[in-house]
């Protein structure tokens, strides 16, 4: 069986990580394919490693999401260690309100998004709380 990546920017193995495009002129970074920087409009990049872990800075409970998508849901903005913000879903948690708060910290995990007929099994990542004493 092999595990495939549901986006490009996240990297799979013993420790997964997401991997960011940063302009080498400003250090803006983004996870999508850029041809010019959104803050200084630069046009070259590095592939960085970005932090695996960070802090809750919005979210909101997903109750109403399109065919096939389990709802409800939580769908955050995290505040990475290294200063990256990234959005998430939040995992490991009822979702429920009462069960997240801004400012917790998490750690990337990487999400089973099911196994296909020839055993290729799709690989997405999560947030979720670290430590019982964030919830």
Do not use: W
């Amino acid at each position: 069986m092999s595990k495939i990546p549901l986006v490009d920017y996240l990297e799979l193995g013993t420790e997964p990580h997401l991997v960011a495009n940063e302009c080498t002129h400003c250090g803006a970074r983004f996870f999508d394919r850029r041809s010019a920087c959104a803050h200084c409009f630069g046009t070259e990049f590095k592939k960085v490693q970005v932090a695996s872990t960070g802090t809750l800075r919005s979210f909101s409970v997903v109750n109403v999401s399109a065919p096939g998508v389990k709802v409800p849901f939580i769908a955050g903005v995290i505040d990475l260690a290294d200063g990256t913000a990234v959005r998430g879903n939040i995992v490991g948690v009822e979702p429920d309100v009462a069960n997240v708060r801004l400012g917790m910290e998490l750690h990337l995990v990487d999400v089973s998004f099911g196994v296909d007929n020839a055993g290729n099994e799709a690989i997405g990542y999560g947030f979720e709380p670290t430590g019982a004493s964030n919830v």
